[in-house]
């Protein structure tokens, strides 16, 4: 087990790579430690990126769309455009392997974000699942070492799961943001201020309708749980082991969720550092019975994803 490299093995920007993956994702913090050295590294270095979009993205400071247009532009190969993150990424991205239109689909997915999020059908929540969170899995499948490309449709899938998990969780949370992520098909159309509101005088009616729409997200997201736990057959043990665990933290969310009768104006559900435990010694099972055979993607998952090139090109 790796607890992660030392201060004094890490350059500056991993060094901050590090804090803020301590500070914000505890999840994978907690499972990174299962991970080989320069997996754990390269991964950390991934986080930060990804974490940077995302503060770009929700920061309060004005211009986020701006510079994020500006970081897709230079990722694009604009050669016009300043953006030192940017250059620090494409060179990172050609050491370790990873797709760089992966990451420009994630960039177009937080540009949705700024404005008010009022999404309509199941196809529209797997494609922003794709976007801002299927997008991670493409670009971490080759740092994880991958022993075949065919394992990034299931990388996408997994990440799909974790995010359609993050969107149960974090329902009210999203309202106060003037966000709703559950489909107009499966809400009643119900507005954020709806459920802002009825967080705070209950109105029966809202409470089950939105519950009802947490409990479909979460049955969708098992889909997409079980399709990626089948890929990671096709990565070495250890790293398997590692995202097993990483699954395992965050399926427990909705897990936890489901027995609170999906109570989504309760605020969001934590799994503490003995949960973290338990999830670790459940993947156990899964790492004991893993399949020498090499699972085969089922195309309908990606149904809803035939607009991105780096998904359409893993078919």
């Given at each position: 087990?790796?607890?992660?490299?030392?201060a004094?093995?890490?350059?500056?920007?991993?060094?901050?790579?590090?804090?803020?993956?301590?500070?914000?994702?505890?999840s994978?913090?907690?499972?990174?430690?299962?991970?080989?050295?320069t997996a754990?590294?390269?991964?950390?270095?991934?986080?930060?990126?990804?974490?940077?979009?995302?503060?770009?993205?929700?920061?309060?400071?004005?211009?986020?769309?701006?510079?994020?247009?500006?970081?897709?532009?230079?990722?694009?190969g604009?050669?016009?455009?300043?953006?030192?993150?940017?250059?620090a990424?494409?060179?990172?991205?050609?050491?370790?392997?990873?797709?760089?239109s992966?990451a420009?689909?994630?960039?177009?997915?937080?540009?949705?974000?700024?404005?008010?999020?009022?999404?309509?059908?199941?196809?529209?929540?797997?494609?922003?699942?794709?976007?801002?969170?299927?997008?991670?899995?493409?670009?971490?499948?080759?740092?994880?070492?991958?022993?075949?490309?065919?394992?990034?449709?299931?990388?996408?899938?997994?990440?799909?799961?974790?995010?359609?998990?993050?969107?149960?969780?974090?329902?009210?949370?999203?309202?106060?943001?003037?966000?709703?992520?559950?489909?107009a098909l499966?809400?009643?159309?119900?507005?954020?201020?709806?459920?802002?509101?009825?967080?705070?005088?209950?109105?029966?009616?809202?409470?089950?309708?939105?519950?009802?729409?947490?409990?479909?997200?979460?049955c969708?997201?098992?889909?997409?749980?079980?399709s990626?736990?089948?890929?990671?057959?096709?990565?070495?043990?250890?790293?398997?082991?590692?995202?097993?665990?990483?699954?395992?933290?965050?399926?427990?969310?909705?897990?936890?969720?489901?027995?609170?009768?999906?109570?989504?104006?309760?605020?969001?559900?934590?799994?503490?550092t003995?949960?973290?435990?338990?999830?670790s010694?459940?993947?156990?099972?899964?790492?004991?019975?893993?399949?020498q055979?090499?699972?085969?993607?089922?195309?309908?998952?990606?149904?809803?994803?035939k607009?991105?090139?780096?998904?359409?090109?893993?078919?």
């Open positions: 087990m790796v607890n992660g490299p030392t004094g093995d890490l350059t500056a920007p991993e060094a901050v790579a590090d804090r803020m993956l301590a500070a914000h994702g505890k994978f913090h907690w499972a990174r430690r299962f991970l080989g050295a754990a590294r390269q991964a950390t270095l991934l986080y930060a990126f990804c974490r940077l979009l995302d503060d770009i993205a929700d920061g309060d400071a004005p211009g986020g769309e701006v510079r994020l247009r500006a970081l897709d532009a230079r990722l694009a604009d050669q016009a455009v300043h953006a030192p993150e940017a250059e990424f494409l060179s990172f991205a050609a050491e370790a392997g990873i797709p760089v992966a420009r689909d994630l960039i177009a997915g937080l540009i949705f974000d700024q404005g008010q999020v009022l999404l309509q059908t199941e196809a529209e929540l797997i494609c922003y699942a794709y976007q801002v969170a299927g997008t991670v899995g493409l670009m971490m499948a080759p740092i994880l070492g991958r022993s075949d490309p065919h394992a990034d449709a299931f990388a996408v899938d997994l990440g799909i799961a974790m995010q359609l998990t993050n969107i149960a969780r974090d329902v009210l949370e999203d309202a106060h943001l003037n966000r709703r992520y559950l489909p499966w809400c009643a159309d119900v507005l954020p201020e709806a459920i802002r509101d009825s967080a705070l005088r209950p109105d029966p009616r809202i409470h089950q309708t939105v519950a009802e729409a947490v409990k479909k997200t979460l969708l997201a098992e889909t997409y749980y079980a990626g736990l089948q890929g990671l057959a096709y990565l070495p043990l250890r790293n398997d082991a590692a995202i097993a665990v990483a699954a395992c933290v965050y399926r427990a969310i909705g897990r936890r969720l489901k027995a609170r009768k999906y109570a989504w104006w309760q605020g969001r559900q934590v799994v503490g003995g949960g973290k435990i338990i999830c010694l459940a993947s156990l099972p899964h790492i004991a019975s893993r399949n055979m090499r699972p085969q993607h089922d195309r309908h998952l990606h149904h809803a994803l607009g991105f090139d780096s998904v359409t090109a893993l078919q």
